[in-house]
């Protein structure tokens, strides 16, 4: 990322611990391997934040509801939690952004925390957005749509960390990707995946997917949001432990029945997100994306 200094260090360190998996252009790495975004170009981007620093992404598919990914709210109060639009330097101050309280999280009832299976949850935005040129919709695959092909290209975009260091992004990145058939990603994940998942991967010997703080963001394929960023391996951009996102269309039913079971201005539910916390082994911790 051209910071000098900081670079050296985190080279010096990342050198120390990594001597054993470097692989050849790792060190080019950001989103993982992509680049920034033309400011205000995805304006269905969200950003969650907890005291005021980043946490997870997701997308806008209402005026007063975003799709993100139920791992996000593990251990969090939501009522803490803010929806930031219209962003895309979080650490300026933009006249095009628009900060919301959120008032109900909807996790998916069988999200399970060791498995990631179902890693989807409904926010629901305490007012209404302003759509215009900043803040937009993003929309959802037919109910009825196969899975997509290997090989379909598609982006990923976050402003989660552009290094397997940590290293926070000038403004929000993109990387294209490919899916990657889900037997041979259920393969490199040694049977771990269960069905409704997807996979994908650079498609050629770079390394490019998502990383931590990208989770719940939406993969992109022909301008409809397939896939929610939901987990990886330990290094980001790893192809032996390659992205796996929730594979949106096999929730298109339960999404749209939350949406008329909360119809805006009713009171606010409960949190369902914040109860019962479960308890996660530490190997699940670590590719567990903030
Ligand atoms: C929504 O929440 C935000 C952040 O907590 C707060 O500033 C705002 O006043 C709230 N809006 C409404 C309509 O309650
Ligand atoms: C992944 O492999 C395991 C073990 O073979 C299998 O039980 C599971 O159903 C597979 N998952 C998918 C999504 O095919």
Redesign the pocket.
Known sequence: MGHGGRDHLLLTVATTLMLSIRTPGFWGARIIGGREVTPHSRPYMVSVSFEGQHHCGGFLLRAHWVVSAAHCFSNRDPQTGLVVLGAHALRTSEPTRQVFGISAVIRHPDYQPMTHANDICLLQLNSSAILGPAVGLLGLPQRSSRPLKAGTRCQVAGWGSVSNFEELPPGLMEAEVRVLG??I???S?????????LCTHSGDRRWRGFCSADSGGPLVCRNQAHGLVSFSGLWCGDPKTPDVYTQVSSFITWIWDVIQQHPHGLQPSPFPCTTGASKRAAWVQHWVHK
């Open positions: 889900l037997d990603c259920n393969s994940w040694r049977g771990q995946l269960s069905p409704a998942m």
